[in-house]
């Protein structure tokens, strides 16, 4: 399975590899995230290299759905450490976003048949949510003052701060390090969140931070060198917060990475009596898929507690 149908050949027909050059240059220019843009890039080529980089115009929806079905059951992904397991349907699901973007602009700007119309999203299961809990933010934030010898660590004021904003406003990584000093009220709480590149992650909104977190950011800032309106709020770039936040967590015996304290605040949201039209405006969502999500969880948690503790039930009358 797999051989390419072959049609009649044209001089005039492009290479895949060659149309992947010019939807990578295109969605550049429209602004995409260059980590989006890679990622596509790179799921495109393994369907080139499968398909061994034929004339676009000869591809059919037969070739797309062949490559999703190798993807399933023949595909030896690389990773590090040698785990050769089969893709998950989400990363399934990755690919079939790829490959639709891909042919919606070849449709657009070669003029091509869009062969992917037909090809329905792979259904997949989003991975279960566990938020930190309390006790478990506690053993973070202990973990910021000191390092594993019992000395205090230079960074402990910023790490604090960090973590009581990601916790107290659900920003996405990219979104707490773009802020700068003058879109924050220490005062009123306020915090401006500019759009970035196409918005389509990043939106302009409005978030607040509570009375803690502007004491424990007001501490951090007083004590840096120089804070001018236009510098990045946070001094430390995504690589070195993604391991600060891994280090602390293996440091309290606790799985954590920004998105998990995002989801921590989306599920306390709701579950201290925040709707999910305002959740859905504070964390920048387009939808309300991804709420809808945290509300399942919410209301899980509340049928719990309440068989844990119905006074009939428990009383037994």
Known sequence: MGALE???ESEDFMLLNEAIGGF????????????????????????????RNPEIENITTRNLRDFLYYLRTDFKPYRPGGDDSHLTEATIHGYWKAI???????????????????????RYKLKPITPLSKSEVILLLHAVESDRKGRKRSTRLRDRAIILFFLDTGLR???LLRLQVKEVDLHTGKVIVRPHQRGRKTSGR?????????????????????????????????????????????????KCHAHKIRHTFAINFLRNGGNVFELQRLLGHSSLDMVRHYLNI????????????????????
């Open 206 to 254: 409005i978030v607040y931070i509570g009375n803690k977190t502007r004491k424990d950011l007001w501490k951090y800032l007083s004590f840096r060198d120089t804070t001018s309106d236009d510098e990045p709020i946070f001094d430390i770039t995504p690589g070195a917060l993604k391991h600060m936040l891994r280090r602390l967590g293996n440091k309290s015996g606790i």
């Open 298 to 317: 919410a209301e899980s948690d509340i049928e719990n507690a309440h068989r844990k503790a119905s006074p009939v039930d428990r009383w037994n009358i």
């Open 24 to 51: 990578v240059i295109a969605k550049l220019a429209d602004g995409y995230s260059k980590t989006t843009i890679k990622m596509y890039e790179c799921r495109l080529n393994v369907l080139s290299d499968w398909l």
């Open 100 to 122: 639709r973007a891909f042919w919606k602009w070849a449709a657009e700007d070669l003029d091509t048949e869009n062969v992917a119309l037909l090809i329905k999203a792979p």
């Open 6 to 8: 072959i049609l009649a």
């Open 173 to 175: 990584l990219g979104e």
